[in-house]
């Protein structure tokens, strides 16, 4: 691939954030948030626009829009301005025996220009919720919302330019191409949300000017329902986390090991919720108001060829209903009896269609979980404490949930990341700010005799006694 240069006009907002970068890196915590409370004021302002950009891109209803969008980067700011002070200030440490003498501190420091990249599955959320955690650590940022939500990404923009001088925050709008130039740029952090393909070109990139990186990716989140679990609040709660936004989260159920014994009742009790949350009547229809729509026609296509896939491989259409990829309206799909060599079961299926695996033996579904790259969220439905403390002890993942799904994500006191395939490093409230700061250790040495001066050369017998007391003792 021949290397994409930044346009003259990105590497001079580059440059432009860069000289600008020193002095909003000592800019006060007020400051910073007088500029988040301007930022808040200015979403709510434009919440109306939000809502009609996030419809004319991915078809999301009102109430989706309000709760998955606006309201998770409105009380990102709340709580950021609730505990910047604290987060902020810097943490004194103790001084063994050994730094006698010396004090120490921890200080938080901007780490300068920062890039952030957008998914176009929360376009709106994903981008500005990033940007929160940027500004209260005291950086500039230039953002790059997705070319395929390009509603949101106009919306986003223009937001941005009215509360925000270029030199602070500015939004590049564009595809891999511009994203492909501005990775080229040597920013101080970059920070990523998408898929772990994309990730690593993001990585490698980031490599070149050893630049830090948080990668928000996906993959397979796995769900285990075990026999004592209660089905009716199972099924409301993975009912709404796997059809919210068509499907289309990263921490959204990806496929569920049921236990044999319960199977049948559960998805019963599924089939019913879901229509009861999305649909309207007795069906989920292209006028449903509740349901999202797929974001374009290739994701369609390739969610269509996922389902044709598995039941060539002999999966059970359990529950589906008419499609009309016209309207990119995909129906909810439950299959049963997938082969694990489907490819539905080998990539991350990112829409509307939930295999169910059976099982009787939960050592098969934690092998079968640890065979797989660790997942960004992992779900138990139980009743059985000491299963789910089984499952937490032999498996990794970024997050989990007991009895519940996605309601990670909004916690605010959590931090929220994956863990090698689905992620590296940590967004959100106190993690978020830590991501971009650099943790500056520092060490205050006194004039005069220091207890280091002990172990100075020449190695002489006194040096080499001092040594052997700090070995055995210390
Ligand atoms: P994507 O990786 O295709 O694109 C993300 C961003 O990267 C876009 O802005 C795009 O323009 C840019 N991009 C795409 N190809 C690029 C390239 N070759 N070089 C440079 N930049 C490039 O992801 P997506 O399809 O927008 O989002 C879906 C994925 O994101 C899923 O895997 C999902 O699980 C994941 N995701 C993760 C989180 C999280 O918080 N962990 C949240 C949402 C989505």
Same mark, same amino acid.
């Given at each position: 691939m021949t290397p994409v240069a930044p346009s003259p006009t990105?590497?001079?907002?580059?440059?432009?954030?860069?000289?600008?970068?020193q002095r909003w890196r000592q800019s006060s915590i007020r400051e910073r948030k007088k500029l988040l409370r301007q930022l808040r004021e200015a979403i709510l302002a434009q919440r109306e626009k939000i809502r009609a950009a996030v419809m004319a891109d991915l078809g999301k209803p009102a109430a989706e829009a309000d709760l998955s969008e606006v309201y998770p980067v409105v009380s990102e700011i709340s709580h950021v301005i609730s505990n910047l002070d604290a987060w902020a200030r810097p943490v004194k440490v103790d001084a063994p025996l050994t730094m006698l003498g010396t004090r120490a501190e921890i200080r938080y420091e901007a780490k300068g220009v920062c890039l952030i990249i957008g998914p176009w599955n929360y376009p709106f959320m994903l981008t500005l919720g990033p940007l929160v955690?940027?500004?209260a650590a005291g950086n500039t940022a230039m953002l790059k919302p997705s070319e395929y939500t390009p509603n949101t990404s106009a919306v986003i923009a223009s937001l941005v330019r009215s509360i925000f001088p270029e030199e602070r925050v500015t939004v590049v709008e564009g595809g891999v191409?511009?994203? &492909?130039?501005?990775?080229?740029? #040597?920013? %101080?952090h970059i920070f990523f949300t998408g898929s772990p393909?994309?990730?690593?070109?993001?990585?490698r990139a980031a490599a070149e000017h050893l630049t830090s990186v948080t990668l928000e990716l996906g993959g397979k989140s796995p769900t285990i329902i075990d026999q004592t679990a209660r089905l009716e609040d199972a099924a409301k709660r993975i009912s709404y986390g796997k059809w919210l936004n068509n499907g289309q989260s990263c921490i959204a159920p990806?496929?569920?090991?049921v236990h044999e014994r319960v199977k049948d009742a559960f998805v019963e009790k599924l089939t019913q919720t879901v229509i009861k949350q999305f649909g309207q009547r007795t069906a989920i229809?292209?006028?449903s108001p509740d349901y999202a729509r797929v974001i374009n026609d290739k994701n369609f296509q390739r969610l269509d060829h996922?389902?044709?896939?598995?039941?060539?491989?002999?999966? &059970?259409?359990?529950?589906?209903? #008419?499609? %009309?990829?016209?309207q990119r309206f995909f129906h909810p799909v439950i299959l049963s009896g997938v082969s694990l060599e489907a490819r539905i079961m080998q990539e991350e299926i990112f829409g509307p269609i939930l295999p169910i695996l059976t099982y009787t033996d939960e050592d098969e579904v934690i092998r079968h979980i640890n065979a797989q790259p660790k997942a960004l969220a992992l779900y138990v439905f139980t009743t059985r404490m000491s299963f789910f403390e089984k499952v937490m002890a032999q498996t990794s993942s970024g997050t989990a949930c007991l009895n519940d799904c996605v309601l990670q994500f909004v916690h605010p006191n959590l931090p929220f990341g994956g863990v090698n395939n689905s992620g590296i490093g940590k967004a959100h409230g106190e993690a978020g700010f830590r991501a971009f700061s650099n943790e500056k250790s520092i060490v205050k040495q006194k004039n005069g005799f220091a207890s280091p001066y002990a172990l100075y050369p020449p190695y002489n017998t006194r040096v080499r006694k001092v040594l052997d007391v700090l070995i055995k003792w210390f």
């Open positions: 990105v590497q001079a907002l580059f440059a432009h954030q860069q000289a600008h970068a955690s940027c500004l191409e511009e994203s &492909t130039a501005l990775l080229r740029l #040597p920013f %101080d393909a994309v990730g690593k070109v993001v990585m990806d496929y569920l090991w229809t292209p006028q996922l389902l044709r896939d598995a039941v060539q491989r002999g999966a &059970t259409v359990e529950w589906s209903g #008419p499609m %009309d990829a016209g």
